[in-house]
């Protein structure tokens, strides 16, 4: 059976922290997985990798993709309170549909 | 941009009654996928649409049904509701992940239909 599994399930930091997500698989037929972050509503997209040691990076966010090892890490640097929300990993298989994990609740305290 | 437009944005229905969502994918997108959220839970995927066609089924109810239009508008149905089926309900859209076979487009969610079943 498909699994996303991500870790820490919550986490508290201070403002300015640096933070490390989780995320590792089990799909057949891996074709991509994705990030998102999930504040109030609908989860918006972060970032997609689909090659492994390839870093995407926006701003103070950065991912990375180890397919050998089955596992993805969301890096947050110099976190700020607009970072609280929860952060879900998904990876889409072979039919195209997303498989969630559920989910890293980070909270930042100012 | 346009982006994924469901409605209704909340709905309050009892048990036994029926409800429909409606999700407008962006536009070209040819694939809508429906997903089920309850209180603290991670997205459950319920079922997709590729071209109109159904592609994928995952844990939706046999009380629920879903459909795509030649527009590619979709309406997920829901009858004999039950308390449990309170939930956020998310439609999200991409476009021809089929034809490039890559696994490389992204779904993009829309800001989901609050059921609640009393």
């Known amino acids: 059976e498909d699994k996303v599994v991500q870790s820490p399930l919550s986490l508290v930091v201070h403002e300015g922290d640096t933070v490390t997500l989780n995320c590792s698989y089990e799909?057949?037929?891996?074709?991509?997985l994705l990030w998102y972050k999930q504040e109030k509503k609908a989860p918006t997209f972060l970032f997609m990798l689909t090659s492994s040691g390839i870093e995407k990076k926006s701003g103070r966010l950065s991912s990375i993709l180890d397919k050998k090892e089955l596992f993805s890490i969301l890096n947050i640097t110099a976190t700020q309170t607009g970072d609280s929300a929860i952060y879900l990993c998904a990876v889409k298989g072979s039919q195209g549909n997303l498989i969630f994990g559920k989910g890293t609740k980070l909270s930042v305290k100012p | 941009a346009a982006g994924v437009i469901q409605s209704p944005r909340h709905l309050i229905k009892e048990k036994r009654e029926t409800a429909t969502l409606k999700c407008y994918p962006i536009?070209?997108?040819?694939?809508v996928y429906w997903y089920q959220q309850g209180p603290g839970q991670d997205p459950q995927f319920l079922i997709s649409f590729y071209e109109k066609m159904q592609s994928d089924k995952g844990s939706i109810p046999d009380r629920f049904s879903a459909q795509q239009f030649s527009d590619y508008h979709s309406e997920l149905n829901m009858s004999s509701l039950e308390l449990g089926d309170s939930a956020l309900y998310f439609c999200?859209?991409?476009?021809?992940?089929?034809?490039?076979?890559?696994?490389?487009?992204?779904?993009?969610f829309g800001a989901g239909s609050r059921l609640t079943v009393l």
């Open positions: 799909v057949t037929n891996f074709r991509s």
């Open positions: 999200a859209s991409s476009f021809g992940d089929r034809i490039t076979g890559t696994g490389a487009n992204v779904l993009t």
């Open positions: 536009p070209r997108h040819d694939t």
